[in-house]
């Protein structure tokens, strides 16, 4: 499928243009999906900000809806996932989530305990059950109701 043809990023060029905002959205391929990302070139800094939304919540509405919209109707394995990228805000994530990985990890391993992080969304959630999958003595799991669910790490 040509970058061009991906409905993930038809949908959410056509979003912008209905919202009367001018951008493109340029496409990354990754090796287990694709990367949406929003040129925010063209936005002002309260339009980024909007766009992303406290602690990445609007970022990660629009990530959704892009993923469901684009996969109705396609069968289990054509179905293409779609991270939405702006402003680094992905990239500088990650980098806040693994440290935060590594400090729940130093700190189960220093004290033998349970460690709880919380505030984190259902996607941030599994990025760091993916970053503990790499440390072979800890474990991860999540404990409660939405919104206050948690994760909890801790040795096996």
């Keep these: 499928m040509s970058d061009r043809n ?3 990023k038809e949908w959410l060029e056509t979003l912008f243009d209905l919202a009367g905002v ?12 694709y990367w949406l990302v929003i040129d925010d070139s063209p936005l002002t800094s309260e339009q980024t900000s909007i766009a992303i939304g406290s602690q990445g919540a609007v970022l ?7 993923n469901t919209v684009s996969n109705l109707n396609a069968a289990e394995n054509e179905q293409t996932a779609y991270t939405v990228e702006l402003g680094g805000y992905r990239v500088k994530r990650e980098a806040q989530l693994r440290q935060l990985a590594e400090n729940a990890a130093e700190k189960a391993r220093q004290t033998g305990q349970e460690v709880e992080i919380d505030s984190l969304s259902a996607a941030e959630r599994r990025q760091i059950h993916t970053i503990f999958k790499e440390w072979t003595d800890l474990e991860t799991e999540s404990r409660g109701q939405e919104p206050y669910r948690k994760l909890v790490v801790r040795l096996k």
């Design 60 to 66: 990660d509405s629009l990530q959704y809806l892009v």
């Design 6 to 8: 991906l409905p993930g």
């Design 22 to 33: 001018e951008t493109s959205v340029e496409v990354k391929p990754e090796s287990d999906c």
